[in-house]
């Protein structure tokens, strides 16, 4: 199978991740979960100020009036999400978030989780397909499928997203879901990629803090971009925001990757169990 690869645009403070529909998607980006409306356009403003050109939102985030008013007709990267309530229909879902943004199209459109229960994901997969061919997605994709879901939506349609959006940090790293996700020429990308408070307190990460002269977060980034994964880590002020971009430039060591590696914890979600949505 063919497997994400990274690109350079030029810059060698920028990568790109080149997808399997053959655009390529900036691998480090800016999370807006939990950032109210009101206040996430200044955010995200802030956040290209500083280089950013990879937003993520969704419906379900009710932000994404903000959020278009924070990217303005910049040329940026731009992510939203069905939510399961609109499996049935995901064009009036997708037009609806299209109306919020300001745009005619995004970048890239997933289904926010499988939602098993409600057995729609594969219709809504189809709907996906569809608008991609209309040109209203350019890139489409999925969040939270494991490789059943996958298995199920490539069955039916013959279509392979481009991304999967999964929980992903140091103490869990859903190896199975990369490894099924690399397999198909996936792109993975991290949603809440530092994991809890106490992930940055701990002792092998505060050690390659120490010795990198990083924060603990952005030694955590690091490691999320050095296994080539996508990351949109969450910042709600200018500090973090500018840490955050800062650790495109931390390098760590083979022993200091595997260090992280080793943290792994199969019991570490903290966010839902896809099968139990």
Known sequence: MREPRTASNGSSHMSELVLNDGRAMPQLGLGTYQ??????????????????RLVDTAAMYHNERGVGEGVAHDDVWLTTKLWHDAHGDAGAALDASLALLGRDQVDLYLIHWPHPSGAHYVDAWRALVSLREQGLARSIGVSNFLPEHLDAIIDATGVTPAVNQ??????????????????RGIVTQSWSPLGQ????????????????GATAAQVIIAWHLAKGFSVIPKAGDLEHLASNWAARDVRLTGEQIAAIDAMDDPDGRMGPDPREM
């Open 197 to 212: 408070g106490a992930t940055l307190k701990d002792e092998r990460i505060v050690a390659i803090a120490e010795a990198t």
């Open 35 to 52: 950032i109210p409306d009101a206040q996430v356009a200044a955010v995200v403003r802030a956040g290209l100020d500083l280089g950013f």
């Open 166 to 183: 999964i929980e992903l940090h140091p103490t869990f790293q859903q190896r199975a879901v990369q490894a099924a996700n690399r397999e």
